[in-house]
């Protein structure tokens, strides 16, 4: 079954307190990214990578960071989290082959920092 | 970042009615997404558009690519109450990147 996974789904800590976000799928797609949602603005996109040791910037990347050493995980680390980055987050992966377009969306992981 | 303009923002369905709701912005894209997203959960991938015109059904769910590349229709048919939640629609840039409307709340109307 196609799988993108995240750990963990809540987490509660306080500001300054590094934490690492896990995302693995099972679909050996190329392209995997990071979201944010927030009420009322939709998902905005952190950091995308499009292959194994290739990452970029999205919309909102300031206070994240990402790697990508293996094509399956994409951790997210927030080194030193604030309370503006308490939201709900959702790790995806996709691919566009052949004219059309498959894209998974993990369960979210709702962070709350204090 | 860009962003695209979503409406209505929310909406009330009683069961059997049809839903409309669109997207617009002000650059092309050349592929247009559809998801929905139900409470506690990830995002689902409902319809995807690749054409200018293109018109595409998945059960009682219908989309369309705006001819000018700019907007984008779904239309939900006799609607049920499984059908309630928040309808992303997303547009893909040349060169990847894709961008998320803020969202139509579906309420059940009581």
């Avoid at chain 1, 990347?61 to 790697?67: F, L, M, T």
């Avoid at chain 2, 912005?25 to 247009?32: Q, R, V, Y």
């Avoid at chain 2, 001819?67 to 779904?74: A, E, G, N, P, V």
Wanted: with cysteine; net charge positive; proline share 5%.
């Amino acid at each position: 079954e196609a799988q993108v996974t995240q750990n963990p789904r809540y987490l509660i800590t306080v500001t300054g307190k590094k934490l690492t976000v896990t995302c693995s799928q099972n679909m050996n797609h190329e392209y995997m990214s990071w979201y944010r949602q927030d009420p009322g603005l939709g998902l905005r996109q952190i950091y995308y990578s499009m292959n194994v040791e290739v990452t970029d910037k999205g919309d909102v990347p300031e206070g994240y960071k990402v790697s990508r050493k293996e094509k399956r995980n994409f951790p997210l680390i927030l080194e030193s989290p604030s309370p503006n980055q308490t939201s709900l987050y959702f790790c995806a992966s996709r691919r566009y082959l052949g004219g059309t377009y498959e894209q998974y969306f993990g369960p979210g992981t709702r962070l709350t920092v204090t | 970042g860009q962003q695209l303009n979503q409406s209505p923002q929310s909406m009330f369905i009683q069961e059997g009615e049809d839903v409309s709701m669109n997207c617009t912005s002000s650059s092309i894209f050349n592929t247009w997404l559809w998801y929905k997203q139900d409470p506690g959960e990830g995002p689902v991938l409902l319809i995807a558009l690749y054409k200018a015109g293109e018109l595409t059904s998945n059960g009682r769910l219908t989309a369309q690519f705006g001819i000018t590349r700019k907007d984008s229709f779904l239309n939900i048919s006799a609607s049920i109450p499984s059908d309630v939640g928040i309808y992303f629609c997303a547009g893909l840039e040349y060169g990847n990147k894709l961008v998320f409307g803020a969202g139509t709340i579906l309420r059940v109307k009581s």
